[in-house]
Nanobody, 132 residues
Framework: ELQLVESGGGLVQPGGSLRLSCSAS????????MSWIRQTPGKGLEWVSA????????THAPFAEGRFTIGRDNAKNTLYLQMTALRPEDTGVYYC?????????????????????????WGRGTQVTVSA
C-alpha cells in the first residue's frame, strides 16, 4: 500500500499553467504504473493521463493530448502532471492513483477508465480551478 499526497492545485486564468505533484510514501512507488484522474463538476470521474512504472511509456486522454504531460521521478517517489493551456472545463479535483498490480500497465481507454478494477490506492486530491 502507498500513501499518496497530491499538491500544486490552485486558481489559474484560462490559458495558464499548473504543475501538480503526487508524493508517494515508499520506494514501492517505482514498481507501479500510475494515473492522474479528475472529478469535474457534472462529469464525474475522468481519467487524464497514465505512466508505466519506469516512466518510459505514457498515455493521455484526448482532451489532455498536447496540453498535459505526465512524468515521474522514481528516485523522489513523485509523480507529476504539467498542465498548460488550461480551460475552464479543466476545473475539478485531480487525484493520483496507483495501478493495482506491480509492473502492470495498460494503454487502452477501457482499462485506464475502469476505476474500480485497475486502481488501488488513491490520494485525497488537489483542487484545480480555471477561471478569469
Amino acid at each position: 500500500e502507498l500513501q499518496l499526497v497530491e499538491s500544486g492545485g490552485g486558481l489559474v486564468q484560462p490559458g495558464g499553467s499548473l504543475r501538480l505533484s503526487c508524493s508517494a510514501s515508499g520506494d514501492a512507488f517505482r514498481m507501479y504504473a500510475m494515473s492522474w484522474i479528475r472529478q469535474t463538476p457534472g462529469k464525474g470521474l475522468e481519467w487524464v493521463s497514465a505512466s508505466n512504472a519506469p516512466g518510459s511509456s505514457t498515455t493521455h486522454a484526448p482532451f489532455a493530448e498536447g496540453r498535459f504531460t505526465i512524468g515521474r521521478d522514481n528516485a523522489k517517489n513523485t509523480l507529476y502532471l504539467q498542465m498548460t493551456a488550461l480551460r475552464p472545463e479543466d476545473t475539478g479535483v485531480y487525484y493520483c492513483a496507483r495501478f493495482r498490480e506491480p509492473y502492470y500497465y495498460c494503454a487502452s481507454y477501457a482499462c485506464l477508465g475502469s476505476f474500480d478494477s485497475t486502481y488501488d490506492d488513491w490520494g485525497r486530491g488537489t483542487q484545480v480551478t480555471v477561471s478569469a
